[in-house]
């Protein structure tokens, strides 16, 4: 048995619940403490961040090898995420879940996209638009609750004039997104896009991906249903880089991305004030490398959210969310320790002094 833990100073439980020490006992959190002597950590305790838009397994190149994946994962471990919510993987990564040493993953199964709207080896490719209800139900049985879909990218058939589009009918998107429902998961969907949110709040969605396109009108009506957004700013950044490469041949494409890019703080602001839930993802793989939590909710915080409810939505809120315990009497003991107070300085989140998962300390 692992030596018990004693936890003192700041312990988080969430919106103004604060508790002064906990214990560490068989892997669980307890409000008891143990009758043999507990190793002493003092600091600000939260519950382990939540990465909701990860995707361990897969590289620039699509799915890279078992080995590299576990690296992934150490890598967002050591930087105090605990819960990853894989959003999209060619490779099973049920192995994951078996890893004590590793985050917590919840997976929504592969990306859903169509042949040549989406970057090549990254996702499960349907050649017919009609297989996409029972690719999700497929999904669904698959996945741990969760499908992931690509519901925009550009389509380059327009020649100069070629720019994001739907890839989904609307009444297929529908049907596809009642038959995840039937099996018992939700959806979350890739939306750069103005155009394809109408359809996704028709048809149901629950949740949003990076929300760059999204009007005030959206932007309400996701607020009112309780839909979460998770806004990527990370990857948002890089839409200069993909103008760039659209150059003078997609040029509609490429200053839409750029106008995207412009106001994408604003937009931040805009989910935020309107009450939106936020979710806080880094998407790293493919081009983002894993660890990058900590960065992405900087820069949420430099958009303008208040630090307090950046750390929260990337702790205690991002774990009601998805149903997860934080802080508990007899909650998993999945805490992450720093010297200051991250609610009041999120640079603080890149300096944990100690990671508790599932009871042992790294």
Request: charged fraction near 25%.
């Amino acid at each position: 048995m692992a030596r018990p833990l004693h936890l003192t100073g700041t312990v988080v439980v969430g919106d103004g619940a604060e508790l002064d020490e906990c214990w560490v006992v068989e892997g669980r959190l307890t409000l008891d403490p143990p009758d043999v002597p507990a190793r002493e950590l003092e600091g600000w305790v939260l519950p382990g961040l939540v990465d909701v838009h990860c995707h361990i397994g897969l590289g620039p190149e699509g799915e890279v090898s078992v080995e590299e994946a576990e690296a992934q994962a150490r890598a967002d471990r050591d930087a105090g995420t605990l819960l990853v919510r894989d959003a999209g993987s060619p490779q099973d990564t049920r192995w994951v879940q078996r890893r004590p040493d590793l985050p917590r993953l919840i997976r929504a199964g592969h990306h859903l996209a169509r042949p040549k709207r989406y970057l090549r080896h990254y996702g499960r490719e349907l050649d017919d638009v009609a297989q996409l209800p029972e690719a999700m139900a497929q999904e669904a049985r698959y996945g741990d609750g969760w499908v992931k879909i690509v519901a925009d990218w550009i389509d380059r058939s327009d020649g100069a004039e070629s720019d994001l589009r739907p890839l989904w009918p609307a009444d297929v998107l529908a049907e596809g997104i009642a038959a995840a429902h039937e099996n018992g998961a939700r959806v979350t969907a890739h939306a750069f896009s103005r155009e394809v949110v109408d359809d996704l709040l028709a048809a149901g969605i629950d949740g949003i991906e990076h929300g760059t396109g999204m009007t005030a009108d959206h932007i309400a009506e996701a607020a009112r249903r309780g839909i979460p957004v998770t806004p990527t700013l990370l990857q948002v950044a890089h839409f200069t880089d993909f103008a760039a490469q659209a150059g003078a041949k997609y040029p509609v494409f490429a200053e839409r991305m750029l106008r995207m890019h412009a106001r994408r703080h604003e937009q931040v602001r805009a989910f935020h004030e309107a009450g939106v839930p936020l979710l806080m993802g880094s998407d790293a793989g493919g081009t983002i490398r894993h660890g990058s939590l900590p960065a992405e909710l900087a820069e949420v915080v430099r958009a303008g959210v208040p630090v307090h409810d950046v750390v929260a939505a990337a702790s205690w809120r991002g774990r009601d969310i998805l149903g997860v315990p934080g802080v508990a009497d007899g909650a998993p003991a999945d805490v992450v320790v720093y010297p200051q107070d991250p609610r009041e300085d999120v640079s603080v989140l890149t300096r944990p002094t100690a990671v508790v998962l599932r009871g042992e300390l790294f």
